[in-house]
């Protein structure tokens, strides 16, 4: 069974940062694109981030500047780097591994979700 494993869960206040980090396999790591996701409360599950295999990054708008998504592949690791943090950053966030295109059989794995919690 593949497993995404999330860490970096946390509290923190407006203005500080975090660091989000989701763990593994090589074979998963490696032909995926990796994403970070968030959910608030009352809102729908929104792309934040997202690094190819070949590290091609894109934000959303909400967080350009603000955070940074960069994998290791001696650790088959994904991170986010959060900084600057805004109450309305608020939310669950979920690691989401995303074959690459031509994989086949394709798969879309989720992490278990992390809370970050910004306070003003």
């Known amino acids: 069974q593949v497993q995404l494993v999330e860490s970096g869960v946390g509290l923190v206040q407006a203005g500080g940062s975090l660091r989000l980090s989701c763990a593994t396999s090589?074979?998963?790591?490696?032909?995926?694109?990796m994403n970070w996701y968030r959910q608030a409360p009352g809102k729908q599950r929104e792309l934040v981030a997202a690094?190819?295999?070949?590290?091609?990054?894109n934000y959303a708008d909400s967080v350009k500047g603000r955070f940074t998504i960069s994998r290791d592949y001696f650790k088959n690791t994904v991170s986010l780097q959060m900084n600057s943090l805004k109450p309305e950053d608020t939310a669950v966030y979920y690691c989401?591994?995303?074959?690459?295109?031509?994989?086949?059989?394709?798969?879309?794995?989720w992490g278990q979700g992390t809370q970050v919690t910004v306070s003003s």
């Open positions: 989401n591994a995303e074959s690459q295109p031509g994989v086949r059989p394709p798969w879309d794995y």
């Open positions: 090589g074979t998963i790591f490696s032909r995926s694109t």
């Open positions: 690094i190819s295999s070949i590290e091609w990054t």
